[in-house]
């Protein structure tokens, strides 16, 4: 039923109950599109064919291209009108008759809905226009007036021409008719209460403020909320940072905020680093050892920055059909940590009835991104909420299943991330960890790296291509000048573990830190042959003579020893040793007579 204000304020002539063939309208909704205004500022022969024409009433837009037939767009059809070219006395005839050109390029016609975008040429004039019909659909947000009364933020989604626009005048409208709110409408394009000082009865007593410019949006927002006490803001396309800025500000004050942003889906969102700030904003936390190990995930996750703007998302798949997400913060949290949220379906049948359902997640299996229905997800080391780029070439593997959304197909590739090369293997640890570990070293001694991992057996393979690590392993005095390397390490999510020194005792901590194997306060008897570079005897004879020194003398009695004289290359392996008992040693004396002397921690 309409409104009986709205009935008192509309001319009767231009409301309309029309027969439309597509279950696109129910029949308890009411329209007002005041077509034969638009049709005025048309010339004689366009607006004829047009008339004439059996589908006028479901006329989309016109668009007339100087030089070109003129063009009408129905519902699943378009069709030429006459075979006159458009000529610049057409688009002249059709200029002087609309408001005047915004800086957005877009006119309106007085007390209507209709919009009129101009296309320029290089020297500023009009040689395109796109005449689109604005209707007024009453009733259209019968699935959601629920959802309405709550004095929720509300955002709706949808890709361009699903009706967004309208169910937001018709929101407007329920909100002030209805339930004797105080309505503020911003209204960028005059699309949504009509061209001209006077608003379009459709949007009822709610209040339009005009904006001059539509980079000044944010401005208007803010300056509704501190001129004129609104208790809802109503806003159109949120599409800069700024804007999105101002509509957080404008709920923290506790304002209701209705409002439109394109984007299929809430997923969409997500990737946007503009908006995403509407629906809490993402970042990444680094947690301590602890929380990590707690929750079996890597150190670096991604999580939600704050609360939302919008409380309740709904997705405009179609113009009758909805998804509602009632706790938009819940939504985000669960496709955060690889979930599938369990939104409500709304639609509305041929009698005009709603129908809820809850929209079932698809869990096919998709073999090129390794799905959680085809293994389980790790649980260790690798375990991780974090989003990681998939290129190209694992992309076009996913064969004919797809996963639902790019968004999900990039969560699941997180948790298995396949290799193109098909080289890597993985095997679970004791504990779920993905052995084994896929390390890229930059500016340490690949052959030390590769005695450590062979003397100590550990599950680590050095790889040369940055593409395929897990891990990235530098020398710190490296990373300070190598911006380059942390950047594309950001970009590529993959953690950098930075070594104080190139030595072995250093490396091996360091591999022990990534592996998540506890370090003993008092280090192990070791292994000589870590510390070895030929393997001879005279080395073998040095390193003994030096851990019989710390072993004996220094830990047990906190004493110095002094050894015997030994070559340089020597003596730097009798340091290394030296340091994997944490402890300190010097050079001093004069070759060939030069010494090693340790001292007690």
């Not at 730097?572 to 008992?581: A, F």
Request: hydrophobic share 35%; glycine share 8%.
């Amino acid at each position: 039923m309409l409104n009986p204000k709205i009935n008192n304020s509309l001319n009767p002539s231009s409301i309309t109950v029309p027969s439309i063939p597509e279950k696109v309208l129910s029949q308890r909704m009411q329209i007002t599109d005041n077509l034969s205004k638009l049709l005025n500022i048309l010339p004689s022969s366009i607006c004829n064919h047009l008339t004439e024409h059996p589908n006028c009433d479901l006329l989309v837009e016109v668009v007339m291209d100087l030089g070109r037939l003129p063009e009408a767009r129905f519902p699943g059809e378009a069709t030429y009108l006459g075979e006159v070219p458009v000529s610049a006395a057409d688009l002249q005839y059709a200029i002087q008759r609309v408001g005047t050109f915004s800086g957005d390029n877009r006119a309106g016609i007085e007390r209507t809905l209709h919009r009129i975008s101009a296309i320029r040429n290089r020297g500023g004039d009009i040689i395109g226009l796109t005449c689109r019909v604005g209707r007024a659909v009453f009733g259209t947000i019968s699935m959601i007036r629920d959802l309405v009364e709550t004095g929720q933020s509300l955002l709706l989604l949808g890709r361009p021409g699903v009706g967004k626009t309208t169910a937001l005048r018709e929101i407007a409208r329920v909100l002030a008719d209805d339930f004797d709110k105080r309505v503020v409408i911003i209204d960028t394009s005059n699309e949504i209460a009509g061209d001209g000082d006077i608003p379009h009865p459709a949007i009822g007593r709610a209040r339009r403020m005009q904006v001059a410019a539509p980079e000044l949006q944010h401005k208007i927002m803010i300056e509704a909320v501190e001129n004129h006490m609104p208790e809802v803001i109503v806003i159109d396309e949120i599409g800069t940072e700024l804007e999105a800025l101002a509509a957080r500000t404008i709920a923290e004050r506790g304002v209701q905020l209705v409002g439109t942003a394109h984007g299929n889906r809430i997923e969409n969102l997500l990737k946007n680093p503009t908006l995403s700030d509407l629906i809490g904003g993402i970042q990444a936390v680094t947690l301590g050892d602890d929380e990590a190990r707690r929750r079996g995930s890597q150190k670096t996750v991604l999580e939600r920055k704050a609360p939302p703007t919008f409380e309740i998302a709904i997705e405009m798949l179609e113009r009758q059909k909805w998804v509602v997400h009632q706790d938009v913060a819940n939504t985000i949290d669960i496709l955060l940590r690889n979930g599938h949220p369990n939104p409500q379906l709304r639609t509305v049948d041929e009698k005009g009835e709603v129908q809820i359902a809850q929209e079932e997640p698809d869990l096919t299996p998709n073999p090129a991104t390794f799905g959680r229905d085809m293994i389980q997800q790790p649980k260790g080391w690798r375990a991780s909420g974090k989003m990681t780029p998939v290129s190209a070439f694992g992309s076009k593997k996913a064969g004919s299943i797809s996963s639902p959304s790019e968004f999900d197909r990039l969560l699941n590739a997180s948790w298995s991330q396949p290799e193109p090369k098909g080289n890597k293997v993985r095997i679970p640890g004791p504990n779920g960890e993905d052995f084994p570990v896929y390390i890229y070293p930059y500016g340490i001694g690949r052959s030390q790296l590769e005695q450590v991992i062979e003397v100590l057996n550990l599950p680590i393979v050095l790889t040369k291509d940055l593409d395929n690590a897990d891990v990235v392993v530098a020398l710190r005095s490296h990373l300070k000048n190598q911006s380059k390397l942390r950047q594309v390490a950001k970009i590529r999510q993959v953690p950098i573990h930075g070594v104080k020194s190139n030595t072995i005792p250093q490396i091996t901590r360091t591999l022990q830190r990534i592996l998540g194997m506890d370090e003993t306060k008092t280090p192990e008897t070791a292994d000589l042959r870590l510390f070895t570079r030929g393997g001879n005897d005279d080395e073998l004879e040095a390193l003994e003579e030096a851990r019989l020194a710390v072993e004996q003398i220094v830990l047990p009695k906190g004493q110095p020893v002094e050894l015997l004289p030994r070559s340089p290359k020597v003596r730097k392996m009798q340091h290394e040793l030296v340091e994997h008992y944490r402890l300190q040693s010097d050079s001093f004396g004069e070759e060939p007579n030069r010494r090693l002397r340790i001292y007690p921690a």
